[in-house]
């Protein structure tokens, strides 16, 4: 038999696991690390005619646009999963263009490539993970993502292809350590979904291969840490650039570009050379001529993914309270020193987020018909529950319940890698 792998392609991050002994372990993606971004920088600096672009992944891609090398960055690539976005191709620079999908399907190579190197072997098949919903309230296009995923999978070479349920993987992971039989509300709230699955677990269910009874209930939302930057960018940076502001009119300027820039998977459709020009006709709408001379330096000096990552480094280090300062300064020197935001602007900010978040909680118990007492623990994993208020908000709803925290990071990865095993082992 072929060995075997699971990767948790995620919207922010990814890793790529391999069964290992009686357990599974992660692939060391770049020294020392065992998630990276999902990111992949298209470089076309200095390329020879006809010669393609040169791609970076990971932490590598993320140096690469930082340093102002000639290409595009690509983030979130899982948010255009299920979107007409997926079959369309984007530029990258100096003429040349790439596909959205497969930017997804070089990604998944580069991920199969390390793992193969680390397993000293050929890898076809895989178990991929997926959230509870790519889309919310439309099974037709959530069927296309998960089709469109498993199309990029196939095309870098995974013959056998199978999916589960991110939520589901890391209540699999959590019960590698469960001492004994319980109710977990696993609760994995990432860069694009917030998942919710309401599993029994104990140390006598383990490598059972059908685990249908123990699964009581799937819920989640398409509202997670991604959202979370483009409120606090909306709020606290794009104003600068005329967001919200009204025009010699008196009419608010078009407002369309400040939320493609504030949403990952769409910055780079705002560098396309007719959006430039066309945005630069747009002066005229403007009261403030600063603010339209601060969004072309935006758009022209492609620094999108600078602000956003500005919004994500100012939540981050909000998530445990306290105020922090977005520094402005790249789009415009008078902007110094910044902007202060404090944790209560924050959250007022991502109030009705959270809250549909925590109410997906609520929905997944409905859902299983269970007394809110029955939940014995109260699992968190996902880069988003560092999020205190978030965090405490979902536990308050389940006063009963053991709090505990796993990797926030890994644990998904983790647990598809016990599924892969008892899938195909
Ligand atoms: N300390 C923190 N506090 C709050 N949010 C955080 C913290 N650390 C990371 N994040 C956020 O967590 C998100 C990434 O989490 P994670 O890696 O679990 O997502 P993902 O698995 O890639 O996404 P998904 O599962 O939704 O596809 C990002 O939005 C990031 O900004
Ligand atoms: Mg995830």
Redesign the pocket.
């Known amino acids: 038999m072929s060995p075997i792998c699971a990767i948790?392609f995620?919207t922010s991050n990814s890793a790529i696991a391999l069964p290992s002994g009686e357990g599974v372990r992660l692939v060391e993606l770049e020294p020392g690390q065992r998630t990276m971004p999902t990111a992949v920088f298209y470089a076309v600096e200095g390329l020879a005619p006809f010669e393609p672009p040169q791609r970076h992944y990971g932490r590598a891609a993320v140096a690469a646009y930082v340093e102002g090398i000639e290409g595009r960055l690509m983030r979130s690539m899982k948010s255009i999963l299920g979107s007409t976005l997926a079959t369309q191709a984007t530029d990258v620079g100096a003429g040349h263009s790439v596909r959205y999908l497969d930017v997804v399907g070089g990604y998944l190579q580069h991920l199969k490539a390390l793992a193969e190197a680390e397993a000293g072997a050929a890898l076809d098949r895989v178990v991929l993970g997926r959230p509870v919903f790519f889309v919310d309230d439309d099974p037709e296009r959530d069927a296309a993502a998960q089709a469109a995923l498993e199309q990029a999978a196939r095309a870098v070479g995974f013959a056998e292809v199978g999916f589960q349920y991110?939520p589901i993987a890391a209540a699999l992971d959590y019960e590698t350590t469960a001492e004994r039989e319980q109710v977990v509300l696993v609760a994995?709230i990432?860069g694009g979904t917030s998942d919710f699955s309401l599993v029994r677990v104990g140390p006598g269910r383990r490598g059972r291969s059908d685990r249908r009874d123990d699964i009581l209930a799937n819920h989640g939302v398409h509202v997670a840490g991604t959202d979370f930057d483009r409120h606090i960018e909306l709020a606290h940076i794009l104003p600068a650039c005329g967001f919200r502001s009204t025009g010699p009119s008196g009419r608010e300027v078009p407002s369309k570009v400040y939320f493609d820039l504030a949403t990952w998977h769409l910055i780079n459709t705002v560098y396309a050379p007719a959006r430039v020009a066309e945005l630069a006709r747009m002066k005229g709408f403007y009261s403030d001529l600063r603010q339209h001379a601060r969004l072309m330096t935006v758009v022209t000096q492609r620094l999108g993914h600078a602000l956003i990552g500005r919004a994500e480094a100012a939540k981050i280090t909000l998530a445990e309270g306290g105020r922090t300062v977005l520094d402005l300064t790249m789009i415009d020197p008078l902007l110094a020193p910044g902007a202060t935001v404090d944790e209560a602007q924050a959250l007022a900010a991502l109030d009705a987020d959270l809250e549909r978040i925590a109410a997906a909680a609520d929905t997944t118990l409905a859902q299983a018909g269970l007394a809110r007492e029955r939940v014995d623990a109260l699992y968190f994993t996902?880069g988003s529950t560092g999020l205190m208020p978030l965090a405490e908000r979902i536990a308050a709803r389940f006063p009963a319940a053991r709090v505990v925290r796993g990797d926030r990071f890994a644990s998904?990865a983790q647990g598809l890698g016990v599924h892969a095993r008892q899938v195909f082992g």
Do not use: L, Q
């Open positions: 948790d995620g991110e994995d990432g996902g998904v």
